[in-house]
């Protein structure tokens, strides 16, 4: 088993940044592919981006390449998201998850944990 736990939201203006944390506990996260998700009130949940246990390898939704930025500390068993250059429609609630299968998946259905959540708000 592997909990997660996702921290560093708030509530910033359009153009600032935030990183956001998700810890893992239960097991090494090494060879766990990682991903973050997020969903706006009335929204279905979304992909953001993801890292790939095995090599880092990365993939980012399109309304987020070039602003956010997903890297891991395997030694922290910690996966981050920074997020530059932030506009009101990235507001949401961000959940990271976890998968031990060794792919690059947008797919909500692909991951076996999640965290519980953290909220973003972001000022016009």
């Known amino acids: 088993q592997v909990q997660l736990v996702e921290s560093g939201g708030g509530l910033v203006q359009a153009g600032d940044s935030l990183r956001l944390s998700c810890a893992a506990s239960g097991r090494s996260f090494t060879n766990y592919t990682v991903a973050w998700f997020r969903q706006a009130p009335g929204k279905e949940r979304e992909f953001v981006a993801v890292t790939r246990g095995s090599d880092g390898a990365t993939f980012y939704a399109h309304s987020v390449k070039g602003r956010f930025t997903i890297s891991r500390d395997n030694t922290k068993n910690t996966v981050y998201l920074q997020m530059n250059s932030l506009k009101p429609d990235d507001a949401a609630n961000y959940y990271c998850?976890?998968?031990?299968?060794?792919?690059?998946?947008?797919?909500?259905?692909?991951?076996?944990?999640w965290g519980q959540g953290t909220q973003v708000t972001v000022s016009s």
């Open positions: 998850a976890a998968s031990y299968d060794n792919g690059i998946y947008r797919q909500l259905q692909r991951y076996d944990y």
